[in-house]
């Protein structure tokens, strides 16, 4: 037998991106970003001719070397804690954790210190395929980014606290359809005023206390954990040494019983670090430009597709809160008897089915989503309701459909459309409200639905012809 007729086919890159952008297309990806991906870098120059490029925890670090005196060029937080001059300078220990605090907290004032989500960072999360996302940085970049494209974002950290639960202290999420709210994760703690409080991660002692809590299990997200097992990671802009990254990636799946098949996008890899990648059958890449690009162009022609490609179950989604049952009823009855098609959850959602995954395919399968905007919502605020989970799947969907209108609000006079409390998702413009004063009051917005639905299926023949 010739040894070499026959190999084995252990996928090949193409295979591996295939892979990749189709499970980002799904929704079952969290991307996790390191400092390298924070900014734009900032170019540094350290001789005549030889020049360094800082990211911004290497941009603080310069600033407090400059502020202490400290002339050794330190490139980490603990070449800069143990530098002999800084000691003599700050002798509190914990003094590090203060500096980056008034720092971070006056960071417009400071020209040295660039605080602008990168265009890389933009990109990525631009395209609104990642609405849960890690960070390994301790600044507010990342949820900086987020805010600005998704508006209303939740923050949860990890703080390296075992005494009491991770969940009661905002470090965990609730249910697995957390993942599919925007929210950003601190893994490794975030700043905080109070320097006995301060549970971030800045030194390499940092570092170890807080991977050793995670690879323990001390005071770890249990729930966010359990979830990840059937979530693919993309780390980005996270370069470690070889024997940190380590600890950091066994922190992250330690406490997940399934090794998934990830990505890790490092542009100074050390030989023994792509090796030991290998031997986890992860998909290495060294260009993080290259690999926001094709995921960026990717998920926008999918996109593209999705929008050409839709066929409706129903013209309209009403979504409601309970205390809003009886306007939703006659709504429901008015639009069906005009002729309309509309998912209404008391007729839409069979009996034995996946509640969560009846209501979001009925979303994505829709025309028009018509949220019920009431003074009972606005009382609702502090209130956990799954209305709002609707609200964010219609928001996602709603960005990526161009021009187009897809949510139409049918709301009571008085609603207050920008209560902080009520929180509403930007997609949700006054703009395209239709208003109601009383269940009764419902030719207006039956008008408007009308209208939209005939404006929609002349532009869906012009786009198919």
């Not at 965990?172 to 490794?188: A, E, G, H, N, R």
């Not at 399934?258 to 090796?275: G, L, P, R, T, Y």
């Not at 999705?306 to 979504?319: A, E, G, K, M, R």
């Not at 009431?374 to 609702?380: A, G, L, P, R």
Request: charged share 30%; net charge negative; hydrophobic share 35%.
């Amino acid at each position: 037998m010739n040894n070499n007729s026959f190999k084995l086919d252990l996928g090949s890159d193409k295979d591996r991106w295939e892979q990749l952008l189709n499970e980002i297309d799904e929704g079952n990806v969290i991307p996790v970003i390191g400092p390298d991906l924070l900014v734009d870098p900032r170019v540094i120059k350290v001789g005549e001719n030889v020049e360094r490029k800082e990211n911004l925890h290497q941009q603080l670090i310069s600033y407090i070397a400059a502020q202490t005196n400290v002339q050794s060029n330190p490139r980490t937080f603990s070449q800069l804690v143990f530098d002999e001059n800084y000691k003599k300078m700050v002798r509190d220990d914990r003094k590090i954790y203060n500096l980056i605090h008034q720092i971070l907290s006056n960071i417009d004032q400071i020209e040295d210190i660039d605080c602008k989500p990168s265009q890389l960072l933009m990109d990525l999360l631009g395209t609104k395929r990642f609405p849960f996302v890690i960070t390994t940085s301790f600044t507010p970049i990342v949820e900086n980014a987020m805010k600005e494209i998704w508006g209303n974002v939740n923050v949860l950290n990890f703080n390296n606290d075992p005494q009491g639960s991770s969940l009661e202290k905002g470090g965990d999420i609730k249910s697995p359809s957390d993942l599919k709210q925007p929210t950003v994760y601190y893994m490794f703690g975030k700043y905080c005023n109070n320097s006995k409080d301060s549970r971030f991660v800045v030194t390499d002692s940092d570092m170890m206390k807080f991977c050793s809590s995670w690879i323990k299990g001390d005071g770890v997200p249990k729930n966010l954990t359990e979830s990840m097992k059937r979530k693919y990671l993309l780390i980005l802009g996270n370069n470690y040494s070889d024997w940190l990254f380590r600890f950091v990636w066994y922190g992250l799946r330690s406490t997940t019983s399934e090794m998934k098949s990830d990505i890790v996008v490092n542009e100074s890899a050390e030989d023994s670090f792509k090796q030991f990648l290998e031997r986890l059958e992860t998909f290495f890449q060294e260009d993080p430009s290259m690999v926001i690009k094709r995921i960026k162009e990717d998920m926008e022609a999918r996109s593209i597709a999705n929008t050409l490609q839709t066929s409706y179950d129903t013209d309209v989604f009403i979504s409601y809160s309970r205390s809003d049952s009886a306007v939703a009823k006659k709504l429901f009855e008015k639009l069906s008897d005009d002729g309309l098609k509309v998912w209404y959850d008391n007729n839409s959602i069979k009996k034995a089915a996946d509640w969560e995954v009846s209501i979001e395919n009925g979303i994505k399968k829709t025309r028009l989503f018509l949220p019920i905007l009431s003074k009972n919502v606005e009382q609702e605020s502090i209130i956990p309701h799954e209305y709002r989970a609707e609200w964010n799947i219609a928001a996602t969907l709603s960005s990526k459909m161009g021009g187009r209108t897809f949510i139409v609000p049918f709301v009571e006079n008085g609603f207050d459309f920008y209560n902080p409390l009520t929180k509403l998702p930007k997609e949700f413009s006054k703009k395209n409200a239709s208003w109601y004063s009383n269940e009764n009051d419902l030719n207006e917005i039956a008008k408007v639905i009308h209208q939209e639905i005939a404006n929609l299926k002349e532009l869906e023949k012009r786009m198919k012809s």
